[in-house]
């Protein structure tokens, strides 16, 4: 496990020693590196990257045996009530909350009105 080092000319800021250490890198290199990864172009690359958003209208638990005899037209009650904000999840983590609504545009389709964005948890932060 690397050691976790504070650099007195960036009072505030902790890197990872073993990044300078692998490649015998000094920390102006370094430097240099996140330049260009900071790039306007490559940050327009990653702003491109798609990401498959799910909605979440409840859940449901129940013994293999009753799933084994669910068939065309049955009703899986789920946690959720109507009414209850849904989860909007990203990469399995839930992102914000929102109410189902129809497309205005497309009568024929659902969406989702954001009411809260979900901030991430402090279990994300100490990692």
Do not use: Y
Not at 1 to 16: C, L, V
Not at 53 to 71: D, E, H, R, W
Request: glycine share 8%; no cysteine.
């Amino acid at each position: 496990m690397s050691e976790k080092i504070k650099t007195p000319q960036d009072e505030g800021t902790w890197h990872d020693e073993a990044l300078f250490a692998k490649s015998g890198s000094t920390a102006a290199d370094f430097d240099s590196r996140e330049e260009r990864i900071g790039s306007t172009k490559n940050l327009e690359s990653i702003l491109r990257i798609q990401v498959l958003i799910q909605v979440v209208l409840g859940s449901a638990t129940m013994p293999v045996a009753n799933l084994m005899k669910l068939g065309r037209g049955a009703i899986i009650p789920l946690d959720h009530r109507v009414g209850e904000p849904v989860d909007v999840v990203v990469n399995g983590r839930v992102i914000a909350r929102g109410e189902v609504v129809v497309v205005e545009d497309d009568n024929s389709r659902f969406g989702v009105s954001l009411t809260e964005i979900v901030g991430p948890s402090s279990s994300e932060f100490s990692n």
